[in-house]
């Protein structure tokens, strides 16, 4: 009877240990893949080099910044030792929704006006500015299968088309391109966000899809862009703030600083993103 | 003085036990308490919202269908056949049960997809894609929830008596009579148990079917997807629809549960 009495002891308390081994392990000791600081010596220069930043600063941002906040978050880190900047990808309208139920981020980057203001409007952030803007581009496979040399061959019957739901900013503005060039776009899948909708692409799974020029770039030789006239071509700005119960404040409007300085706006023209 | 039927709970395990049925049941509850329910009729008439719905049923069905017919043979050769390997097959084909769905869908986009190991070989023959159709989310399914089928069945036919089918063999009864007459008919139970199992699973399955299948209303977008997708725009009709099917799956489950699943054995 005492031995069951013990093991029943043990494994509570194994069970309670184990519960905060859970719970410790996912303090900022775990890096996300940006995190991995590179001290480049030459990064960020003197920009924004604001005293008294430290801590980790936790980014909210649009999946189609991922590669530029990549690098951007590495200068930043450069540029002030001792910071760890943690950047949390989705679609703008699950961070926007995550950032209003409390979820624990610094800064907000939106690949929409829309989702910031749900933000702005809920409190979550006193005002926000538009840092760069973006446009559409028609990715395809680098076989193209389905032969697309414009944006209306999308229209045509048979031909796969990815394009992004209606409830993420890459459908809104992939809804305003088809608008303007007069089509009809039946999809064969509404993708979550721009990289499910570019992956799509790049595995061959679909002919064509509708995402922004920046990914088209940042995919590399894994798929092939085909360019939208400017004259039917839609895009979207990109709003970021510092976000009002931010833990970090002093981090959050550093890195906000360091994205607006010329520094960070070099570092996003050079992935393809435009002056808003 | 106690009745034999009753037994007093020790209190070292009541405590951890009623800390375990909050954790699971709250929320349950935290769903229940923050449902629209004055708007739940309208929703549901929402004509995408039944389009998920039906989808989701006949998908989760069909499904089941295709388990049973592949998924039964396979626990037969799992508990009746030797050879050497057979426990890391075993392991294998089980996979999906711990697998990330997520994963699960990659793999089959590499199998599968229009540029699959596989699937290249049916787009060149026979023209044939499984992403972005209906099929395409049975065959997700199906790769999800056949183990639980599987798993269970095995089980039971591992437990049952092989006296009586060693009986009818010198009886004279073929091999396959004796596994439709005799065997089929005493693993009935955990047949259905399992079967009920798999279809719950294939119902709830998400992250296999939009990576693989993708995300279509009418062709591939189930309950799961419009959940998801609800979510991002109008979180009090994700709960909703959440409550639809929850409901379903408690229904199922509950009903089940107690009739078949305790006899039969079965190892879930």
Not at chain 1, 21 to 39: F, I, V
Not at chain 1, 212 to 240: F, L, M
């Amino acid at each position: 009877m005492r031995a069951r009495v013990a093991v029943v002891g043990a494994l509570a308390a194994l069970t309670a240990v184990s519960v905060a081994g859970c719970s410790s392990s996912s303090s900022p000791s775990s890096a996300t893949k940006s995190s991995g600081a590179s001290k480049s010596p030459s990064a960020g220069a003197s920009a924004s080099k604001s005293a008294g930043v430290s801590g980790t600063v936790t980014v909210f941002a649009a999946s189609s910044l991922e590669e530029a906040f990549g690098t951007i978050a590495k200068k930043f880190q450069a540029a002030n030792p001792g910071v760890t900047v943690k950047v949390n990808l989705g679609a703008s309208s699950s961070l926007a929704q995550q950032v209003n139920s409390g979820a624990p981020a610094d800064v907000f980057a939106s690949a929409s006006p829309t989702n910031m203001k749900q933000v702005v409007s809920s409190g979550g952030a006193s005002s926000s500015t538009n840092f760069v803007k973006n446009v559409m581009e028609v990715a395809v496979p680098p076989s193209n299968p389905g032969h697309i040399t414009s944006v209306t061959d999308l229209a045509k019957s048979g031909v796969k088309v990815a394009v992004c739901q209606p409830q993420v900013p890459c459908g809104v503005v992939a809804a305003t391109v088809f608008k303007n060039a007069k089509i009809t776009v039946k999809p064969a899948t509404l993708e979550q966000d721009v990289k499910s909708t570019l992956t799509k692409v790049e595995l061959n799974e679909a002919d064509a899809g509708m995402v922004y020029v920046t990914d088209v770039r940042a995919a590399g030789s894994k798929a092939k862009g085909v360019v939208i006239p400017a004259d039917i071509n839609a895009s979207t700005e990109y709003p970021i703030a510092a976000l009002s119960k931010a833990p970090n404040s002093a981090g959050a409007k550093a890195f906000v600083a360091y994205v607006l300085s010329p520094a960070g706006q070099q570092v996003l023209s050079a992935d393809g993103f435009e002056k808003p | 003085m106690e009745s034999p039927g009753v037994r007093r709970t020790p209190a070292l395990l009541a405590t951890p036990a009623l800390i375990g049925f909050a954790f699971l049941l709250i929320p349950l509850l935290a769903l229940l308490i923050r449902a629209p329910w004055r708007g739940i009729g309208g929703l549901l008439a929402d004509h995408q919202v039944l389009t998920a719905l039906r989808l989701s049923l006949e998908c989760a069905t069909c499904a089941t269908a295709v388990s049973l017919v592949l998924g039964v043979p396979v626990a037969w050769v799992l508990a009746r056949v030797r050879f050497p390997g057979m426990a890391l097959l075993r392991a294998l084909v089980t996979l999906p049960l711990v697998l990330p769905p997520v994963v699960g869908g990659v793999a089959l986009l590499l199998a599968f997809g229009r540029n699959g190991v596989v699937g290249r070989l049916l787009d060149t023959w026979f023209g044939v894609t499984l992403p972005f159709t209906t099929a395409g989310v049975i065959v997700a399914e199906t790769f999800v929830a056949m183990p639980f089928l599987i798993v269970t069945v095995e089980g039971a036919l591992r437990s049952s008596d092989m006296g009586l089918e060693e009986a009818a063999a010198t009886l004279g009864a073929s091999r396959f009579t004796v596994f439709r007459r005799v065997t089929l008919p005493l693993i009935g139970p955990s047949l259905l148990a399992g079967s009920v199992l798999c279809w719950a699973r294939a119902l709830g399955e998400f992250g296999a079917t939009i990576t693989f299948a993708g995300n279509f209303p009418g062709t591939t977008q189930t309950m799961p997807l419009a959940v998801y997708n609800a979510l991002e725009t109008d979180p009090e009709a994700a709960i909703a629809l959440s409550l639809v099917l929850l409901a379903v799956a408690v229904i199922i489950l509950a009903a089940l549960r107690d009739r078949w699943l305790r006899r039969g054995g079965g190892t879930l």
